[in-house]
């Protein structure tokens, strides 16, 4: 993160930034042109999202804020030469259309989460079934009631044969299968990444490096299109581009903000007696599996005095409990020098609490004395997770080493720049950031706890994938490289000998 930051401070120097009016105006000049975020998202090579983050505040940067003035100072200009009433009715015929879809949208369900969605004139074969829809959702056609996206291979009569000389057939006349045009996105968020590897791999002509090196750059705005499109249908309203307290701002250009997030780096002081061979593991997917966290949805609320409540998440300034087990077990809020309270994260926080239940009784709890916290959800990037975790696994059972490394690269750009960054400005969450990294802190300690209770020796404990112990880890852990498994990365000797040398 350091070279983005340097990148960041040096970028944020250079030169004015073109005007923009103030978000409310932004917000009414799209909506009196009567035009969606979807749209407008698409115009600019952005997402939804990021558009409500312009309205919500937030400005953006570089050419993408001089393309978003462009066409706000267009809209302004449009509409005040459009403020002229007409003075003829239009036409009955040229009306119709209109009242029909208008009267179609009032019967038609809205979407959950609060998608932005476009009537279309002319409809489009629905991304879902194939049929035709008349509304579009987050920039795909679909259908808004169940009842109506059935999936076609409900028909049960035969496909015609063709006949090249009869007329097009029309769309309940097809085969079954979903209709495709041109320039439809594959079915489904795994297509997305099978589309984007197939394209990079065409574009180089099948050379592997060129093509894996295309994809790394272009990864951080491809897992944001991803996200977008396992978000359609959710429950949960995110806020993208919150206020954050103080806390959570970086103190300096360069420097870091006060969150602690509790990153093991523990080596064991003393070995059992003897020689042993030494296992250092590597857990496969480590932010891949903290993905699976409780992430605030919206802006964090400050309170003090309050026991911690399961149903919200955020951050916490704690006195953390005494550790009396450094000789064989890493301290779960990492190596700190510095004694009393200190900022940490959710997932820290309940890496704690457990420790101090009965099933554990490895420490007292700790005490919170203040909380920035908002209502939560564990499964908030689970989608997103699962769509990622598949495609890996296919690219690993196949050999496939460009969607491997991109699928990698997606996942810990989409982590590592969600904070304050220029190469992600269609989220700004680094209380995500932080949390996310300190559940994938967290995962390695309680497998540092698993191993220990095994009967396994815990050496190393480092970052979020390297575990050393000694023992038959095989018996406590599955071997392989999938994402509930770890692999080998080192062995190695270590210990005294009878003659009291080290090995």
Not at 140 to 147: G, I, V
Not at 210 to 232: N, P, Y
Not at 399 to 423: C, I, Q, R, W
């Amino acid at each position: 993160m350091s070279d983005f930051d340097a990148i960041d401070s040096l970028l944020a120097s250079v030169g004015p930034q073109t005007d923009l009016p103030d978000a409310q105006a932004r917000r009414a000049l799209r909506e009196q042109a009567q035009l969606s975020k979807a749209q407008v998202a698409r115009a600019l090579g952005v997402s939804p999202s990021t558009v409500s983050a312009w309205e919500a505040g937030r400005d953006p940067a570089g050419e993408v804020r001089v393309k978003y003035a462009y066409l706000l100072d267009g809209l302004s200009a449009k509409l005040a030469a459009d403020t002229t009433p007409e003075i003829e009715p239009a036409a009955e015929s040229t009306a119709a259309e209109p009242v029909a879809a208008d009267a179609a949208a009032a019967a038609e369900p809205e979407p959950e989460g609060g998608d932005e969605v476009e009537v279309l004139t002319v409809p489009e074969p629905c991304v879902l079934c194939g049929r035709p829809a008349g509304r579009r959702v987050e920039g795909f056609a679909q259908h808004l009631d169940p009842a109506e996206c059935q999936d076609s291979t409900v028909e049960a009569q035969p496909a015609p044969v063709a006949d090249r000389s009869a007329p097009a057939s029309k769309p309940s006349e097809r085969a079954k299968g979903p209709a495709r045009r041109a320039f439809q996105e594959p079915s489904g968020p795994v297509g997305l990444i099978h589309a984007a590897v197939e394209g990079a791999l065409a574009e180089h002509q099948g050379d592997v490096e060129a093509a894996t090196a295309a994809l790394l750059k272009k990864a951080i705005g491809d897992a944001m299109r991803l996200l977008d499109e396992t978000r359609k249908g959710a429950r949960y309203d995110v806020i993208a581009h919150p206020a954050i307290p103080d806390i959570l701002k970086k103190q300096t250009s360069r420097g870091a903000d006060q969150i602690w997030e509790a990153r093991p780096k523990w080596t064991r002081a003393e070995l059992p007696p003897g020689v042993h061979e030494v296992t250092a593991l590597d857990i496969n997917g480590a932010y891949l599996s903290a993905l699976k966290t409780h992430l605030p949805l919206g802006q964090l609320e400050h309170t003090t005095g309050m026991p911690h409540d399961g149903r919200r998440a955020g951050v916490h300034l704690i006195t953390p409990p005494a550790w009396e087990y450094d000789a064989v077990l890493p301290n779960p809020i990492g190596e700190r020098d510095e004694p009393g309270p200190l900022w940490v994260t959710e997932p820290t926080l309940r890496l704690l609490l457990r420790l101090s239940s009965p099933k554990h009784g490895l420490c007292e709890a700790p005490e919170v004395h203040e909380s920035y916290t908002s209502g939560a959800t564990e499964n908030l990037l689970e989608k997103f997770r699962i769509t990622l975790k598949d495609a890996r696994d296919t690219a690993i059972a196949d050999g496939d080493a460009v969607t491997l490394e991109y699928v990698k690269a997606m996942y810990s750009k989409f982590v590592s720049t969600m904070g304050e960054s220029n190469y992600n400005r269609e989220l700004y969450r680094p209380d995500w950031m932080h949390i996310i990294r300190s559940q994938a802190f967290a995962n390695l300690w309680m497998k540092a706890l698993k191993a220990h209770d095994e009967g396994l020796a815990v050496v190393r404990a480092m970052g979020t994938d390297e575990l050393h112990v000694i023992g038959d880890w095989r018996r406590v852990f599955p071997e392989g490289r999938g994402v509930t498994e770890v692999k080998v990365k080192d062995l190695y000797t270590a210990g005294t000998d009878t003659m009291g040398e080290e090995q």
